[in-house]
């Protein structure tokens, strides 16, 4: 069975940094691509950012520039370095990994951001 496990999560003040943590359970390399979504209370989940088996990144336009997506091949392991955090990115974060054989989740994470 496939398991996506984040970690990093927290409380942080307005204006600080997180880097959240998604590791798999099988290789990278199975997935052509991975993103980190988020889900506010009240809100629809909405993707932050993506990146593929070759490294090209996608983001949300509310995050450009202050968050980056990255990933250790060797580690399974992809991250999401957030940067000048607003405490309207307070969300749980949720890794995603879409396969032929089913769209993967991780159990989540939450970020808040304090005022």
């Known amino acids: 069975q496939v398991q996506l496990v984040e970690s990093g999560g927290g409380l942080v003040q307005a204006g600080g940094s997180l880097r959240l943590s998604c590791t798999t359970s099988i290789s990278i390399f199975s997935f052509n691509r991975m993103g980190w979504y988020r889900q506010a209370p009240g809100k629809q989940r909405e993707l932050v950012a993506e990146i593929t088996i070759g490294g090209s990144t996608n983001y949300a336009d509310s995050v450009k520039g202050r968050f980056t997506i990255s990933r250790d091949n060797a580690k399974n392991t992809v991250y999401l370095q957030m940067n000048t955090l607003k405490p309207e990115d307070t969300a749980v974060y949720y890794c995603?990994?879409?396969?032929?054989?089913?769209?993967?989740w991780g159990q989540g994470t939450q970020v808040t951001v304090s005022s």
């Open positions: 995603h990994a879409p396969h032929l054989l089913g769209d993967y």
